[in-house]
């Protein structure tokens, strides 16, 4: 099922939808040349089209609404700790070619736990990640995490790592199995806010007592539907689909 789901994953790009348009239709410009000739047009208007970030960033919004940003001063003395999720540290091969810690644009999951230790030192981190890639090589996210961590001037028993999981399912079920670790204690759960109504709705289902702390955001009260930017649009379609499918198929398997 990993590897299913990252092939899936991959046919989530717009652009290799429209990659596909135009291959078809060059493929078929002999023997149906008038269907050739549309699927030429309609890989145009679908690269036109996906530009177009309002309808991508309407969808994000949704998903990054159902779960209220925490105030900065909020009291969090019932919690015992954070559970970090995986996916803001570049690949492992990165990280290995230097020496300073490499995060990607989803940096706030590792920066804002940082900023709840410095306020509230009663908290641990406990991250989770293992190599959610399919081909990746190299080191673990929880190894690339405690690169920053430590850089940070975490060290010791104030973070926890989990290194074997893959996805999200794994992370609720393989970090609940950590020595030490009591889900019925109140925790924080810390990822990008259009991915927190599955994470939440997986963690809990795994018998956790989390409250979600969502970060990384990409729209604000609403989405802008006055932006257009083909890479940019790219971007956004593919983040959608892929949470949204990941959001039916997680429901299919009974992990919500």
Known sequence: MFVLSKLVGYLTQPLLWVFALLLLGLLLRNRKPQFARRLLWGALLAMLCMGWMGPPEWVINRLERQYAEMPLDADLSDYVGVVVLGGATESGALQQAHV????????????????????????????TGGEGALF????SEADRAKVFFESMGLTGKQVQYESVSRNTFENAVLTAQLPGIDTKQRWLLVTSAFHMPRSMATFEKAGWNVTAYPVDFFTGTEATWTNYSLGGGAGRWELAVRELLGLVAYRIKGRL
């Open 100 to 127: 300073q810690p490499q995060l990607n644009g989803a940096g706030e999951r590792m920066t804002a736990p940082v900023a709840m230790l410095l306020r509230h030192p009663h908290l641990r981190i406990v991250f």
């Open 136 to 139: 990746g090589s190299g080191p």
